[in-house]
């Protein structure tokens, strides 16, 4: 066996080998454990006494150490708080500190000015605070204070000035801010127009006087930063006198002889125009008709009538101007008893067999004095012929007039019918019925697009069904006029009238229709078309042909070409000749055709036992600027041709004779007999497609040209 080996320590080792020994058997032993430290205090070290402006977050973090008697802590849990609603918030919420015992928080300070606070906690140690200060805000707006809208006489200043207060984000006052006042329109003077915001952040402007006319002025205020405030003032009379119209008599339910009338008048009694009087019943039952008036420029307004109640006895009224007291009114009803029965409408005339009659009958009511009586019941009877008559028994209205609504004659050559009111001597009326010639009426399409087949057919068979109504139009006039926009060039005389159809790619199916309506017109009465346009959409048109709606829809837009909504409201020499004004209200709630021949055709087409209570003849009201004003109402009539909608497939969309009239009223010669039947008001949609096909029409975009006889152009009228 080999000798164990000597094992020597160096006296190092074995001092080292000692402790070892030492701190292991230490380790085999027990000892007391340490305890957790516990913070004492906090203290706010960093980021408190800062100032920042209100709402914004301050730009040093504040920091929070926890201590102990040994000194920071690590791991401490500090809570932290704003001091009150007012002073913002704080983020974190909830933090430990870190290694060198600190904690630290972003301060975003509250809307309030001044003094703001932060307050720490940890357990049940004394919390502490942090504080800063906060300032102004930015200013950001601006309101009135004063009053928005005034009345003011004219030349003089307003008696409230316009005031505002500038605020910051927090609705603080803005004070020490530059405010600009300036007029919105001309006439106004202003002074002071620079002012400075005070404490309160009030700003006023030094004076306002506002023009010498009836006109709404106005003043605008603002701050660099762009915000305003708008204050208005309308220009008033000085006075408002009663000049005319006062302390009358008249029969019960009749308009006064002399309408009420009042002055409006500047401080130096000049005349003020342009001031708007309302005229107001305020007892007894009347009405006035225009109940609105504008002074003229001799500052005169008087309504059109003061009607008077049915019962008698006073009755009063005011004229009233905001800003102005009334001026009063008062007049006196008495009973009045039918002394004479006089036709105020031709008492002869003629027409086509089966046509209504251009003027229905009408009569006034009288007493023995000659002053008109209102509320008699008048009677109308067929005494001669097989006409038809709507309405037969009318009341005398304010002016006594009693009105057969529509008048049709039949087949027989002689017509007549009777007006009676009790005991008094009738009325008589007649009309020679006569059968209407050929129509003369050139009305020829030509294509600039090759049409299909069905196409050129629908075209072809529009052509026969107007020239059925329209027997002839206007004059030959000399056309030559260069292609504009899309109307093209023309050179040649037109004795009726030229279309030019197109179809084209316009924007696919269900969208726009297409274009319809007069490019050149004739200067004589009625300026009937010359030359128009007829222009679709190919893919609407294989829609409507393949729904079988295509005849519908071609025989309806050339309607618009003959000027059926194109030429109701047409004035292109003002004042020099009589304008087309066929449609009132436009652009209204309530507007209609008030052409007398589509009226009467109107007024025979309620349905039996029903009464219209509306104006005739209504014109649509809704839709965009190539449906409303230029059809019939859709609520109202329904399934007739002419309305913005071609009903569904398998509902019929028949040409209503007040559709044929309205071009009487515009001034063609018209046979009304071959119009479809129709009635309204009891008519009930049919067939397994409710949904009718609107006709999203455009209008042209170039003006309508005026020719005169000579083929000269003596009028370039934009479309409205």
């Not at 009420?260 to 001031?275: C, I």
Request: hydrophobic share 40%; net charge neutral.
């Amino acid at each position: 066996m080999p000798p164990t080996p000597e094992i020597r320590l160096s006296p190092a080792r074995v001092v080292g080998a000692t402790f070892t020994l030492i701190a292991l058997a230490a380790a085999c032993g027990k000892s007391k454990p340490t305890e957790p430290r516990v913070a004492t205090s906090l203290n706010v070290v960093a980021g408190s006494a800062q100032v920042g402006e209100i709402g914004v977050t301050l730009p040093v973090k504040v920091k929070v150490v926890a201590r102990d008697a040994e000194g920071p802590i690590p791991g401490a849990k500090i809570h932290a708080a704003p001091q009150n609603q007012q002073s913002g918030n704080v983020s974190p919420e909830n933090s430990s500190t870190d290694a060198s015992g600190a904690s630290e928080f972003t301060w975003t300070l509250g809307p309030e000015v001044g003094a703001q606070g932060l307050i720490f906690t940890s357990g049940t140690i004394t919390p502490v605070s942090a504080s800063a200060t906060g300032s102004q805000g930015a200013a950001v707006g601006l309101v009135a204070v004063s009053e928005l809208l005034q009345f003011a006489v004219v030349s003089r200043n307003v008696t409230s000035l316009p005031s505002v207060r500038v605020f910051d984000t927090f609705g603080n006052p803005s004070p020490g801010i530059v405010v600009t006042f300036f007029p919105t329109a001309p006439g106004s003077v202003l002074t002071g127009t620079t002012q400075t915001s005070n404490q309160s952040g009030i700003a006023t402007i030094g004076s306002w006087s506002v023009g010498p006319d009836a006109l709404l002025y106005g003043v605008r205020a603002t701050i660099p930063r762009g915000a305003t405030a708008v204050f208005e003032a309308r220009g008033i009379p000085a006075t408002l006198t009663q000049v005319a119209g006062n302390g009358q008599t008249s029969n019960v339910g009749t308009a006064l002889p002399v309408a009420p009338a009042v002055r409006a008048t500047r401080d130096d009694g000049s005349p003020l125009p342009g001031v708007s009087v309302l005229f107001l019943v305020t007892s007894g039952g009347g009405s006035f008709q225009s109940a609105t008036v504008t002074t003229g420029s001799d500052g005169i307004a008087r309504p059109a009538n003061w009607i008077l109640g049915t019962t008698p006895g006073v009755n009063r009224a005011e004229a009233f101007v905001s800003g102005r007291d009334p001026v009063l009114f008062s007049a006196t009803g008495v009973p009045a008893a039918p002394g004479s029965l006089l036709g105020s409408s031709v008492v002869m005339q003629s027409a086509f067999f089966g046509n209504f009659v251009a003027k229905p009958p009408s009569v006034v009511v009288r007493d023995l004095a000659g002053n008109p009586v209102a509320g008699e019941t008048v009677t109308f009877t067929v005494a001669q012929g097989d006409g038809q008559l709507t309405g037969a028994t009318q009341i005398s209205d304010f002016l006594g007039r009693a009105t057969l609504p529509a008048w049709r004659l039949g087949g027989a050559a002689s017509h007549g019918v009777s007006a009676s009111l009790g005991a008094l001597p009738p009325i008589a009326f007649s009309a020679i019925a006569s059968a209407p010639p050929p129509s003369t009426f050139g009305l020829e399409v030509r294509f600039l697009t090759p049409p299909s087949g069905p196409q050129q057919l629908a075209f072809d068979q529009a052509v026969a069904r107007w020239k059925q109504i329209l027997l002839s139009g206007g004059a030959p006039y000399p056309i030559s006029e260069p292609a504009f926009g899309t109307c093209p060039a023309m050179n040649e005389t037109v004795p009726g009238l030229v279309i030019f159809a197109t179809i084209a790619v316009i924007d696919g199916p269900g969208s726009v229709l297409g274009q319809a309506g007069p490019c050149i017109v004739r200067d004589d009465s009625g300026f009937l078309p010359a030359m128009g346009i007829m222009k679709f959409d190919v893919a609407d048109l294989a829609t409507l042909e393949t729904s079988g709606r295509l005849n519908d829809v071609i025989l309806h837009e050339m309607g618009h070409v003959l000027g059926f909504g194109t030429m109701w409201n047409f004035d292109p020499f003002p004042g020099v000749q009589p304008a087309n004004a066929l449609l009132t209200g436009e652009g209204g709630g309530d507007p209609f055709f008030n052409g007398p021949a589509t009226r009467s055709a109107f007024l025979a087409a309620v349905a039996p036992g029903r009464t219209f209570t509306g104006t005739p003849v209504p014109v649509e009201n809704s839709g965009g600027p190539g449906t409303r004003d230029s059809h019939w109402r859709e609520a109202i009539f329904s399934n007739e041709l002419m309305t913005g909608f071609i009903s569904p497939t398998g509902i019929p969309n028949p040409l209503s004779a007040f559709s044929a009239a309205s071009f009487r009223d515009l001034g063609y010669v018209v046979n009304d007999a071959p119009a479809d039947a129709f009635s309204f008001l009891a008519f009930l949609r049919a067939g397994p497609d409710l949904t009718p096909f609107e006709l999203r029409e455009e209008r042209i975009p170039v003006p309508i040209v005026v020719k005169n006889r000579q083929g000269r152009t003596v009028a370039r009228v934009p479309r409205l």
